[in-house]
């Protein structure tokens, strides 16, 4: 090859390669404007998804916290209404010890007015009884001074009669 043939074969090859490398510059261009939109877009999509998500989130926090100072709200109101459980119960404890205790005391009492009216019914018993026969042998005596009585009321009428008829025969003596 002769030098201009080889000069314009170089300058063509230089042509043809700096063609094929503008070529292969626009197309990596392309290529990489591609990427890079698709990036941009996927980027842009991953943002909105990670704002999605911070939105949830800040929302799930929200409730959360909500619902941990509900929790504890209710759990404060239990304990304050478990200790008012206790408290009521032992309240109710000691009043119903205090109630046995007395339920015991008017038990004892009411045993001890049951021995007391015993005793207060056998002591009237007794004296019943010996009313009774002292009543009993006074009805003996008052029978008996009641016999003497009739017998001394019988001698007399007998006497009386006797000095009657006496009496009555003497005056008849008389008027005869």
């Known amino acids: 090859m002769d030098g201009t043939t ?7 090859g230089n042509r043809a390669r700096a ?3 503008a070529a292969q510059q626009i197309q990596f261009r392309r290529l990489t404007e591609g990427t890079v939109n698709r990036l941009v877009s996927a980027a842009s999509l991953q943002l909105k998804a990670m ?14 916290s909500e619902t941990v100072r509900k929790l504890s709200d209710s759990q404060q109101d239990l ?24 339920i015991m005391q008017e038990k ?5 007015g049951n021995r007391e009216l015993a ?12 009313t009774a026969d002292q009543i009993q042998a006074r009805e003996t005596v008052e029978h008996k001074k009641h016999e ?3 017998q001394d009321l019988k001698a007399i009428q007998d006497n009386t009669q006797v000095s ?5 025969r003497v005056e008849s003596n008389k008027k005869k």
């Open 19 to 21: 063609m094929c490398y």
């Open 79 to 102: 304990l304050s209404s478990q200790s008012a459980l206790r408290d009521a119960n032992d309240d109710i404890f000691k009043h119903i010890a205090v109630n046995v205790k007395e």
């Open 6 to 12: 080889w000069n314009s074969y170089q300058i063509v």
């Open 119 to 130: 005793q207060l019914t056998e002591n009237i018993r007794e004296k019943l009884d010996f």
């Open 108 to 112: 004892a009492l009411i045993a001890s």
């Open 148 to 150: 003497r009585i009739l």
């Open 164 to 168: 009657v008829s006496k009496l009555g």
């Open 51 to 64: 704002d999605d998500l911070k939105s949830q989130q800040e929302t799930l926090n929200s409730l959360t």
